[in-house]
C-alpha cells in the first residue's frame, strides 16, 4: 500500500498510526521498539511532521521505516516548522512529564505556549517550504512522501509561486499527492482555491468526518481525535437520551463495555471516513496496538452511532458546531 496511485480497486478506510509523541512522551529506544510493534501490529500508514516530537519523530520513523519504504505510506506535512533547540525542549518535556500526569489541564496550556515559542508561525514562503521537504526527506531517509500536507494553512498562503513549486515535485515524484492540515473552514476555502491540486484533507473528526461540503471534488479524508472525542460524546447525558430514543439496546451495551467502546468508536469513525480514508490513531502502549486493530465490521450498531453523531453534532452550541 504506498502512496495515492489508482489501481482501479477500492481502498477501503485504515487506521493511520500518529507519531506526534514519539521522542517526547517516550525516550528515543522506546519510540523505535513503539514504531516496530506498530508494524508488527500491522499499521501501514505513518503520520508526522517536522515539529513533533520536538523534532525527533521523523528520524524515529526514518531509522525504522527506511528497510520497508515501499510497504508503507508516509505522510509528513510543511508550513510549521522543525523547532529551535529541539534538545533544550525534550530535555524540558521529559521533566515535565510528572506536571502533565497531575495537572493535565496547566500541561495542555504550558505546551502550547511551548510550542508557539519554539515554532514561528506557519510559513509557506517558497525557500521555507523547499528547505522543509528536503529536510523532511533526509530525516526520513526517502526521497519520496506519499503525501505532503500543508500544515496550518490559509488561502492567502496558497501563491502561483509555492502552486508552481508543488507542482514540480507532483510531476518528479517527490511528492505523490498534496493537501492541507488545519480546520474545515480553511479547508474548504483551500481546497476549493485549488483544486484539484490539493487530494487529501486532514482534521479532527468530528468536524470533517461530518462536514458534506469537504467531500466535494472526492478529497482523500484523514481525521484524527475520533476517540478521544467520541469518547466525550457519548458519555454526555443527552446522547444516552438518545440512545433510549432510538431503542439502542446493543449499542448501548456495547458502549457500556470498557473492552468494546473504543472499538466500536474506530470502527465508525473508519466507515465515516470512507473509501480510501484514513482515521490516525496514537498510543504509547505496544500492547494496545494489536486491540486497535482488531475491529468489529460495520454493522447496524456502527451505523446508527454515526447517525446520531451526525445529528448531534448538528444541534447550535455543540463542542463541534461551535468550534
Not at 206 to 217: E, S, V
Not at 232 to 243: D, Q, Y
Not at 264 to 293: F, K, N, P
Amino acid at each position: 500500500m504506498t502512496g495515492d496511485t489508482a489501481t482501479g480497486a477500492a481502498r477501503p478506510a485504515v487506521l493511520a498510526f500518529g507519531c506526534g509523541s514519539l521522542g517526547t512522551e517516550l525516550g528515543w529506544r522506546d519510540s523505535v521498539r513503539l514504531v516496530e510493534a506498530a508494524l508488527q501490529a500491522g499499521f501501514r500508514h505513518f503520520d508526522t511532521a517536522p515539529p513533533y516530537g520536538a523534532g525527533q519523530s521523523e528520524r524515529i520513523l526514518g531509522e525504522v521505516l527506511a528497510s520497508c519504504r515501499g510497504q508503507i505510506t508516509l505522510v509528513s506535512k510543511a508550513g510549521i516548522a522543525h523547532p529551535r533547540a529541539a534538545g533544550a525542549l525534550r530535555a524540558l518535556r521529559k521533566l515535565a512529564l510528572p506536571v502533565k500526569r497531575a495537572l493535565p489541564g496547566l500541561w495542555s496550556r504550558a505546551a502550547n505556549q511551548a510550542r508557539e515559542s519554539a515554532s514561528p508561525a506557519a510559513r509557506f514562503a517558497v525557500a521555507d517550504v523547499q528547505r522543509s521537504l528536503d529536510e523532511s526527506l533526509r530525516r526520513l531517509r526517502t526521497d519520496h512522501l506519499d503525501a505532503l500536507l500543508l500544515h496550518e494553512v490559509f488561502e492567502d498562503a496558497l501563491t502561483p509561486e509555492l502552486g508552481a513549486l508543488l507542482d514540480g515535485w507532483l510531476a518528479d515524484g517527490r511528492v505523490r499527492a498534496l493537501g492541507t492540515g488545519t480546520g474545515v473552514a480553511q479547508s474548504l476555502t483551500c481546497h476549493a482555491r485549488w483544486s484539484p491540486r490539493l487530494r487529501w484533507v486532514q482534521c479532527d473528526h468530528y468536524w470533517g468526518a461530518f462536514t458534506p461540503a469537504l467531500r466535494q471534488g472526492s478529497p482523500r479524508l484523514s481525521t484524527h481525535r475520533a476517540l478521544r472525542l467520541g469518547l466525550a460524546l457519548v458519555r454526555a447525558p443527552e446522547f444516552a437520551a438518545a440512545l433510549t430514543q432510538h431503542g439502542a439496546d446493543s449499542l448501548r451495551r456495547r458502549l457500556a463495555n470498557d473492552s468494546e467502546r473504543g472499538r466500536v468508536l474506530l470502527a465508525a469513525a473508519l466507515q465515516q471516513v470512507g473509501e480510501g480514508g484514513t482515521v490516525v490513531v496514537s498510543t504509547l502502549r505496544r500492547e494496545r496496538l494489536r486491540d486497535l486493530q482488531d475491529l468489529p465490521a460495520v454493522d447496524d450498531d456502527v451505523r446508527l452511532l454515526n447517525r446520531l453523531f451526525s445529528e448531534a453534532l448538528a444541534v447550535p452550541g455543540t463542542h463541534a458546531t461551535a468550534s
